[in-house]
C-alpha cells in the first residue's frame, strides 16, 4: 500500500498530467486536521489540494472559513501565498494584505512594527500601512524589488544585513516568547514525526537528531549571549532590494533568543542555494556572502561559532525534512542530513575565547 503522499502524488499526477508531481509540486504542508495540503505551480500559477480520506480535492482561498481576510478576495486580488487555515497574502491596488487567524494579528503586527522601528535606510522591512480587525490583516505598501542572489556581486548587500540584524536584534523583548536549542530540538522532533506519517524518513534523520540533543549543551551553557530580537524564519526568500535599499520580510513571528539563530538558518539557506545551483548559486559565492553578512554583523562574542554550527545543523535537518517531501528536490536530503551532522561535530571546535 503507497504512503499518503506518494498516493497524493500519483493522483495529482492523474488530476494535472503526468510528471505535475515531479516538476510542478512547491510545497507541502502536513498536518493532522488539513491531511495533506500540496501547493504547485504548473504554467507559474499557484493552486492548491488537499489529500485526506484517500481524495484529492482541489481548495479555493476564498472559501476559507478559517482566514477573515479570505472574503477580501475578488477578481482583483492576486493571492501571493497561502497555507489554509494558517495565513494569506494577498496583492491588490492598496498593496499587500497578511491575513491570519481571528484573535492572531495584532501580536504579529506589533511585531512587524517593532522590527521597523529599529531598522533604518540601509535595511528595513515593509511599513505597515493600516489594520484591520474584522479581516484579522494588516496591509503594507509593497516593494518592487530584486531578490538577491547568492553571487560575489550580493557580498555587500549581505554586509549590509549582518549590520541590520545587528540593529533589530536591539528591539525590546516584552511578550516575546523564547526560541532556544529545546525549542528547536521540539520543531524537529515535531517535523520528523509529521514526515512518518506521510513518507518513510530518509536514513540518518535519527542519527543527525541525537547529534544535536548531544551537543544542544553548547547554547546553553555559561557565557552564552543574553536573548535578542529574532526574526526566526531568515532565509534568503525573506530579502527584497529596491533602490539600493536592502528590506527584510515577514517579522510577524519573531521571538526572544540567541542571535547566533537567524544568522545560522541565513547562512545555511545560502549552501541550500548552491546545492540547487539556484542563479548560479555556488558553494564558494555562498561561503563568500556567509563570511559578508558575519563580517557585517561584527560582534559575535563568547562561544558564537558553536553556537552558529549548532542553529546550522538544526537548519540543515530542517530543510531536509522540507525538501524531501518535494518531488524535485528530494535527491538533496542525504546531502542536506550530511551536512546537519558536519556542523553538529564542528560544535565542539569554536574558535571564539
Given at each position: 500500500m503507497l504512503k499518503p503522499l506518494a498516493a497524493a502524488e500519483r493522483a495529482l499526477d492523474d488530476a494535472l498530467g503526468p510528471g505535475t508531481s515531479e516538476q510542478h509540486?512547491?510545497?507541502?504542508?502536513?498536518?493532522?486536521?488539513?491531511?495533506?495540503?500540496?501547493?504547485?505551480?504548473?504554467?507559474?500559477?499557484?493552486?492548491?489540494?488537499?489529500?485526506?480520506?484517500?481524495?484529492?480535492?482541489?481548495?479555493?482561498?476564498?472559501?476559507?472559513?478559517?482566514l477573515p481576510v479570505a472574503s477580501r478576495i475578488d477578481a482583483e486580488t492576486e493571492v501571493l501565498a497561502w497555507r489554509p487555515g494558517r495565513r494569506m497574502v494577498l496583492r491588490s491596488c492598496e498593496g499587500i494584505r497578511k491575513g491570519y487567524r481571528s484573535g492572531r494579528m495584532h501580536a504579529a503586527c506589533a511585531r512587524q512594527r517593532r522590527a521597523e522601528l529599529h531598522l533604518d535606510n540601509g535595511v528595513g522591512t515593509p511599513v505597515i500601512e493600516s489594520s484591520d480587525t474584522q479581516s484579522a490583516s494588516w496591509v503594507a505598501r509593497e516593494v518592487f524589488g530584486d531578490a538577491v542572489a547568492v553571487t560575489s556581486a550580493s557580498a555587500q548587500i549581505f554586509e549590509s544585513i549582518g549590520r541590520g540584524l545587528r540593529r533589530v536584534q536591539r528591539a525590546p523583548l516584552d511578550g516575546l516568547g523564547e526560541h532556544g536549542v529545546d525549542e528547536e530540538l521540539a520543531l524537529l522532533v515535531r517535523a520528523a514525526q509529521r514526515f512518518e506519517s506521510v513518507r518513510p524518513v530518509p536514513d540518518g534523520v535519527d542519527r543527525a537528531l541525537e547529534d544535536l540533543r548531544r551537543t544542544a549543551v553548547v547554547g546553553q551553557r555559561p557565557g552564552s549571549q543574553p536573548p535578542v530580537f529574532l526574526h526566526r524564519d531568515l532565509h534568503d526568500g525573506q530579502l527584497l532590494t529596491e533602490d539600493g535599499r536592502v528590506y527584510i520580510l515577514d517579522f510577524d513571528i519573531a521571538a526572544a533568543g540567541d542571535p547566533a539563530l537567524d544568522l545560522g538558518n541565513l547562512t545555511a539557506h545560502l549552501q541550500l542555494r548552491a546545492l540547487q545551483g539556484w542563479c548560479g548559486a555556488s558553494q564558494a559565492r555562498a561561503e563568500e556572502c556567509a563570511s559578508a553578512l558575519l563580517e557585517g554583523y561584527a560582534s559575535t562574542g563568547s562561544g558564537f561559532y558553536g553556537r552558529l554550527s549548532w542553529y546550522q545543523a538544526s537548519t540543515f535537518l530542517r530543510l531536509a525534512l522540507v525538501y524531501d517531501l518535494r518531488p524535485r528536490w528530494r535527491p538533496l536530503s542525504p546531502t542536506l542530513i550530511s551536512m546537519s551532522r558536519r556542523c553538529a561535530r564542528q560544535v565542539a571546535f569554536d574558535p571564539t575565547p
Open positions: 509540486i512547491v510545497r507541502v504542508d502536513v498536518r493532522e486536521r488539513d491531511g495533506i495540503v500540496l501547493t504547485t505551480d504548473v504554467e507559474r500559477v499557484q493552486r492548491w489540494f488537499r489529500w485526506k480520506d484517500e481524495r484529492l480535492v482541489e481548495l479555493a482561498p476564498a472559501e476559507d472559513d478559517r
